[in-house]
C-alpha cells in the first residue's frame, strides 16, 4: 500500500467506527425508554398488591382485637344473671366479674352494664359512677331490637366517666336477655382508640400514605398520621365513603384529585372498615429514581462509547496525528473520563478535576465550585495552583459567590475572556483588599456544571493559559470535561442515595420486623412447597423450636407434624380461602398449649398467625373448676344436712333394736341396716371432703407416728399376696392436718393401691420432707414454700393417661359395677386443698401408680397420737342436758338415747323457746344443739347468749352440715365441740362426758341448781 493510500483507509474505519457507535447508543436508548414505560406500569400494579396485602394485614390485626373484645363480652354475658342486673344484693358480684374481666382484657378502658331502660347499673370502676341513661340513643335502640349473638360498635367518641373520661373511645355491646328470650339490658365495653395505633402507626407505605379505620357511618376511628387531627369526623358524602357503601366488603378507589389509591376491607361481623392510602409520588418513586440512574448510567455509557470511538479513531491515526496536541489532550480527557467516574467520594472528586483540567486545557490556575441548595459559598470548593503560583497555593480565598463568578452560576452562560475582556467586564469586581494576597490572573475562563435537569450546580474556571490566550479548541474540550464532571458529581450523588435507599430499606424490614416481634402473636410464612421463609420470635418461643431450626424446612418433613394444621395448610393452598380454628399440641418443651391458629393464602404463599392462649384456656378451666366446686359443695351441703338427719335417726334407732333384739336373723337385718346407713354416712362424708365443706381440726403431726399407729389395720386390709413398707426421711417435719381425715385418707389410698394388684405385688408408703419452689406452687395453687410429702405408691396395673386425667373427678371409677362409689380419690383431693396442700397422681401402664400427698409443715409441737380404743362400758351421766333440735325424729331419738344413759332431758325445736327457758330459770349442765335451726337465731348464737348467763355451762355441738357458724376456712374454730352426724349411741355418750370433764378441768364449776 503506497503512503497517499493511507489516509483514505484511516478515515474509512474512523467513519465505520463513528457510525457503529452511533447505532449502539441509540438503541440502548431506545431500550432503555421501552423499559423505563414497562417499568412504570410493573412499578404502580407492584405497590397495589403490596398495600392491598397491608389492607389485610391490618384487617387481620383488627378483627383479632375485635376478637379479644368479644369473647370478653360473651363471657361476662354468661356469666350474669340477666334477672338480677337491678338487685343490690347481686352488684357486688356483677363488680368482681366486669373487674376481672377488665384486668385480662388490654385495651378494655372499663365494662358497665345497663338494665332494659338504659340506666346505667354496673361499672368495672366501682359504685361511684356517674348517674346516666343511653334509652334515647341509637346504639341501644339498636341492642334492644338485635339479635341475642350480635355485637354493636359504636363510632369513635369522647368516654364521658371513669377511666374513658375525655378519651377517643369506641363501645362495644352485647345483649342481656332473661330466659325466655326477653331484652333485659346489655354489657359495654370501653375500648382505647389508641389500642389500635402501634400497628397502625408503624404500617405506612410511603411519607404521603395514610393507613387507618372508617365506621360504615363515616366517622373516622383511626388514622396516622394525624391523627388527633381528624378522628371523629364524619366524611360520609366522599367518593371514598361512597364506594364504601356500595361494595363494603372490599375494593379500591382512586382520587384522581390527590393522585392517590385508596384500598379497603371489611373487618369481618362489624362495621369497621380499615384502609390504606398511598399516593402516585410514593408509588413511584423507586421508578423516578431508577429513571435517574438509568440516564445517568446511560449518559456515562454514551460518553464512555464516544470516547472508546475516539480513542479508537486517533489509535488508526495515531502515525499521521502523533505530534498533535489536540489529540493527546483529547486522550487525556478520555483517560480522566474513567478516572472521575471511579471517583469515591465527592471531596476526592473536585480536587482531582482541578488538577487533571490543567492537563487538559493548559493553564496555571484552575478553580471548582459545587454548590449546596444553588449557593457556591456553602459547596465544596477546590483549587489547583502550578509551580509558578505555588508562593499561593496556602492561599485560601473567600468563597462569597459574588461578581463574574456569581453571574455564571446564575446565568447558566459558560465565559471565555482574555485578561483585558475579564478587566473591563461590568461584573468583574477585582480583588480589592486581597489583590496582593490572590494569585494573578492572565486570561480566564469558566463552564457552569448542570445536573440532568439542566439546573447549575457548581462552576469550574480556569486561568492564565500556560501560551497565548484560551481559544475555541480550549473552549470545546473544556465543555467537554466539565459536563463529564458533572455527571461523575450526580453518579456519586445517585450513589449516596442508593446507599441511603437501601439503608431506609432495611430499617423499613426491620421495623417491620420489629412490628411482627412485638405482636403477641406468632407468624410464619410459608412458600408454595410448604417451606417456612420467615417466623418471628413468638412463633419459635410457642412452638419452642430456635429459629435456624425452621427456615427453610418443610413443613411436610417436620417431626411430629401436627396432621390437622398439615390438612389446614393444603386445604388452604387448593382453596384459596383464608382459615382459622383452634388447635392443641405439644411442642418440644414438653408444655401442652392451645392456640388459636388463622392462615392467610398470599399470591403462592400462605401467611400463618398463631395466638397462644393457654392461659386464657386455664383460665375458663380454673373458673369453670370452682363454679362446679361450688355448685357441688352447695349441692352436697343441702344433702348432708337432711340426709345426715336421716341416717342419724336410722343409725341411733338400729343400735337402740340391737341393744334389744336376740333372734339371730333380726339382729342381723338390724345389723344390715346399720351397715347400709354407716356406707351412706360414709358417702356424704366424702361428697363433703371433695367440695372441701368438711370441717377440720388440724394439729401438729407427727407423720410416721400416725402411720405406725394405723398400720395394722392398713396391713389388715391388705390380702396374704401384697407386701407393706412404710419408709420415712430422718429429720421428718411435723405436718398439719387433721388427724381423723389424714387417717381416712391413708386407708382410701391403701385400699385404692390393693384393687390394682389382683395378682399381688407391693404397697409402700413413704414420707419425706420437700420444698415446693414459685413455679410448681402456682401450677399447684399453693404457696411455695415447705410441706411433708406423703407418697402412697403400689406395683399394679397402672392406668392411661386419659384415665389418669380423670382420676380425682367424683364418682369417677374403674371398678366394676357396685365395687366403688368413685369418691375416694375425690375426698382425698377435698383433704388436701382444704388442708392447704396438694395432691398428684403419677401412673403407666403396667408399672403402677404413685399418689403423693403434700401437706403444709407444721411450726408448733406435734401433739400425741393415741389409738382410739372403745370402752368396755359406755359412759353415763346424770346432769341435766337443754337439747336444741329442729328435726322432730333427730330430737325425739337423741332425747330417748340420753335418758337412757342416765341424763335428765329439757328439749326445743328452736333457740328461742330454748332461752326463753333459761331466763325463766332453767340451769343446765350442757347445752347440746344442733347448728342450723329454724328463726332469727341459729346454734352457735345461742350458746355465746348462754355462755354470758351460765358461765359454767358445757357447749356440744351437733351437726349434719356446718356452713360457717364454726367452721371458718375449712377449719373448726379454736375450742369449739362438734358431734358429727349421724352418730352412734357410744359416740354421743363418750363425747358428751369428754366435754363436761374437759369444763371441770379448765376450773369452771358447774352451773349450780
Not at 474509512?12 to 457503529?20: D, E, N, R, W
Not at 482574555?418 to 478587566?423: F, V
Not at 429459629?547 to 413443613?555: D, H, M, V
Request: a neutral charge; glycine letters at 6%.
Amino acid at each position: 500500500m503506497s503512503a497517499s493510500t493511507k489516509p483514505a483507509i484511516s478515515s474509512f474505519a474512523a467513519k465505520a467506527l463513528i457510525t457503529g457507535a452511533v447505532i449502539f447508543v441509540v438503541a440502548s436508548w431506545l431500550l432503555e425508554l421501552v423499559d423505563m414505560v414497562n417499568e412504570r406500569e410493573s412499578r404502580i400494579e407492584h405497590a397495589k398488591v403490596e398495600i392491598e396485602n397491608t389492607a389485610t394485614v391490618l384487617r387481620e390485626y383488627t378483627g383479632a382485637r375485635l376478637d379479644l373484645y368479644q369473647q370478653s363480652l360473651k363471657g361476662l354475658v354468661g356469666q350474669i344473671d340477666a334477672g338480677r342486673i337491678a338487685d343490690p344484693a347481686a352488684a357486688e358480684q356483677i363488680y368482681v366479674l366486669l373487674s376481672l374481666r377488665r384486668a385480662v382484657t388490654a385495651g378494655v378502658l372499663q365494662f358497665t352494664v345497663t338494665d332494659a331502660n338504659g340506666v346505667l347499673r354496673h361499672s368495672s370502676e366501682g359504685r361511684d359512677f356517674t348517674p346516666l341513661n343511653i334509652a334515647e340513643r341509637d346504639l341501644f335502640e339498636d341492642i334492644k331490637t338485635g339479635l341475642a349473638d350480635q355485637t354493636f360498635i359504636t363510632p369513635a367518641m369522647r368516654g364521658e366517666f371513669g377511666a374513658a373520661k375525655d378519651k377517643w373511645i369506641m363501645v362495644i355491646s352485647r345483649r342481656l336477655q332473661q330466659v325466655d328470650g326477653a331484652f333485659a339490658g346489655a354489657v359495654h365495653a370501653a375500648v382505647s382508640i389508641d389500642d389500635f395505633s402501634p400497628v397502625f402507626r408503624t404500617l405506612r407505605m410511603g411519607e404521603n400514605s395514610v393507613v387507618g379505620i372508617f365506621h360504615m357511618d363515616g366517622t373516622l376511628m383511626v388514622r396516622h398520621p394525624d391523627q388527633e387531627k381528624y378522628i371523629g369526623n364524619k366524611y360520609l358524602d366522599t367518593d371514598f365513603m361512597k364506594a364504601v357503601l356500595q361494595d363494603p366488603e372490599r375494593g379500591v378507589v382512586h382520587l384522581p384529585r390527590v393522585q392517590r389509591w385508596q384500598f379497603y376491607e371489611r373487618v369481618a361481623s362489624s362495621p369497621l372498615i380499615v384502609f390504606v392510602a398511598a399516593s402516585e409520588t410514593d408509588l413511584l418513586a423507586p421508578w423516578r429514581a431508577s429513571i435517574i440512574t438509568t440516564l445517568i448510567e446511560q449518559s456515562a455509557l454514551t460518553l464512555l462509547v464516544g470516547f472508546l470511538t475516539a480513542l479508537a479513531v486517533t489509535g488508526l491515526n495515531r502515525r499521521a496525528l502523533a505530534e498533535s496536541s489536540y489529540q493527546a489532550r483529547l486522550a487525556r480527557l478520555a483517560e480522566a473520563t474513567g478516572e472521575l467516574m471511579t471517583a469515591t467520594d465527592q471531596d476526592m472528586l473536585v480536587n482531582n478535576a482541578v488538577k487533571t483540567v490543567r492537563s487538559i486545557v493548559p493553564s496555571h490556575q484552575a478553580v471548582a465550585y459545587f454548590s449546596a441548595k444553588g449557593r457556591a459559598e456553602h459547596g465544596l470548593h477546590a483549587v489547583s495552583l502550578s509551580d509558578k503560583y505555588a508562593q499561593w497555593r496556602g492561599y485560601n480565598a473567600p468563597r462569597n459567590g459574588t461578581g463574574i463568578y456569581k453571574l455564571v452560576m446564575d446565568t447558566g452562560v459558560p465565559m471565555r475572556l482574555t485578561q483585558e475582556q475579564l478587566e473591563k467586564h461590568p461584573a468583574w469586581r477585582g480583588f480589592g483588599s486581597e489583590k496582593d494576597r490572590h494569585p494573578p490572573m492572565r486570561g480566564w475562563m469558566a463552564m457552569p456544571l448542570r445536573d440532568h435537569d439542566g439546573a447549575v450546580i457548581g462552576v469550574i474556571q480556569v486561568s492564565d493559559r500556560l501560551e497565548g490566550d484560551f481559544d475555541a479548541t480550549d473552549e470545546a474540550l473544556f465543555a467537554q470535561f466539565a459536563r463529564v464532571l458533572a455527571i461523575a458529581l450526580q453518579t456519586l450523588h445517585m450513589v449516596e442515595d442508593t446507599q441511603t435507599a437501601a439503608a431506609d430499606a432495611r430499617m423499613a424490614r426491620d421495623e417491620l420486623a420489629r412490628v411482627f416481634a412485638s405482636t403477641s402473636d406468632g407468624i410464619a410464612i410459608f412458600d408454595e412447597e410448604l417451606r417456612y421463609t420467615y417466623v418471628n420470635d413468638v412463633f419459635c418461643r410457642i412452638t419452642a423450636t430456635p429459629r435456624e431450626k425452621l427456615l427453610g424446612l418443610s413443613f411436610l418433613d417436620r417431626p411430629n407434624s401436627d396432621e390437622r394444621v398439615l390438612a389446614k395448610l393444603k386445604e388452604c393452598r387448593a382453596t384459596g380461602r383464608a382459615l382459622e380454628f383452634e388447635n392443641t399440641f405439644t411442642p418440644a418443651d414438653g408444655v401442652r398449649r392451645w392456640v388459636e391458629v388463622k392462615m392467610f393464602p398470599v399470591d403462592t404463599r400462605i401467611s400463618l398467625f398463631v395466638r397462644d392462649v393457654t392461659e386464657r384456656r386455664l383460665s375458663e378451666q380454673k373458673l369453670l373448676e370452682a363454679q362446679r366446686m361450688d355448685a357441688v359443695g352447695r349441692l352436697t351441703g343441702g344433702l348432708a344436712h337432711d340426709f345426715n338427719n336421716m341416717l342419724a335417726v336410722v343409725m341411733g334407732n338400729t343400735e337402740m333394736l340391737l341393744s334389744k333384739l336376740n333372734d339371730h336373723a333380726q339382729i342381723r337385718s338390724a345389723e344390715l341396716i346399720r351397715a347400709a346407713a354407716k356406707r351412706g354416712a360414709d358417702v356424704i362424708s366424702r361428697l363433703l371432703s371433695f367440695a372441701r365443706r368438711q370441717p377440720l381440726d388440724p394439729k401438729a403431726l407427727d407423720i410416721g407416728v400416725v402411720v405406725r399407729e394405723v398400720q395394722s389395720l392398713l396391713r389388715r386390709s391388705l390380702p396374704e399376696n401384697v407386701a407393706f413398707e412404710f419408709v420415712h426421711a430422718a429429720g421428718l417435719w411435723r405436718a398439719q392436718a387433721d388427724l381423723a381425715q389424714l387417717e381416712n385418707v391413708l386407708v382410701n389410698l391403701v385400699i385404692n393401691a390393693r384393687d390394682a394388684l389382683p395378682d399381688g405385688g407391693k404397697v409402700t408408703i413413704e414420707a419425706s420432707n420437700a420444698h415446693l419452689d414459685a413455679k410448681y406452687a402456682d401450677e399447684a395453687e399453693v404457696p411455695p414454700g415447705q410441706y411433708v410429702l406423703l407418697a402412697v405408691s403400689d406395683t399394679g396395673v397402672g392406668m392411661p393417661p386419659e384415665i389418669a386425667a380423670k382420676a380425682f373427678e367424683p364418682f369417677f371409677t374403674t371398678k366394676g359395677l357396685g365395687k366403688g362409689t368413685g369418691l375416694g380419690l375425690s375426698m382425698v383431693y377435698g383433704f388436701a386443698k382444704q388442708s392447704g396442700g396438694h395432691v398428684r397422681l403419677y401412673s403407666e401402664l403396667g408399672q403402677g401408680t404413685t399418689v403423693k400427698l403434700y401437706l403444709p409443715r407444721a411450726q408448733g409441737v406435734s401433739e400425741a397420737v393415741a389409738p382410739v380404743e372403745e370402752l368396755q362400758t359406755v359412759p353415763r351421766g346424770t346432769e341435766t342436758i337443754l337439747l336444741v333440735e329442729d328435726e322432730d325424729m333427730v330430737r325425739e331419738f337423741v332425747q330417748v338415747m340420753l335418758t337412757d344413759l342416765g341424763y335428765r332431758v329439757v328439749s326445743h325445736r328452736d333457740a328461742e323457746s330454748a332461752w326463753t327457758e333459761i331466763m325463766t330459770g332453767l340451769k343446765p349442765d350442757v347445752l347440746l344443739t344442733d347448728l342450723i335451726l329454724p328463726g332469727a337465731m341459729n346454734g352457735r348464737q345461742l350458746a355465746e347468749k348462754v355462755i354470758k348467763m351460765r358461765p359454767g355451762i358445757s357447749i356440744l355441738y351437733m351437726s349434719g352440715y356446718t356452713e360457717n357458724a364454726i367452721v371458718h376456712h375449712g377449719r373448726l374454730d379454736p375450742g369449739v365441740n362438734l358431734l358429727s352426724k349421724p352418730f352412734r349411741r357410744y359416740d354421743l355418750a363418750v363425747k358428751l362426758r369428754a366435754v363436761i370433764t374437759a369444763r371441770s378441768n379448765a376450773g369452771l364449776a358447774p352451773v349450780q341448781p
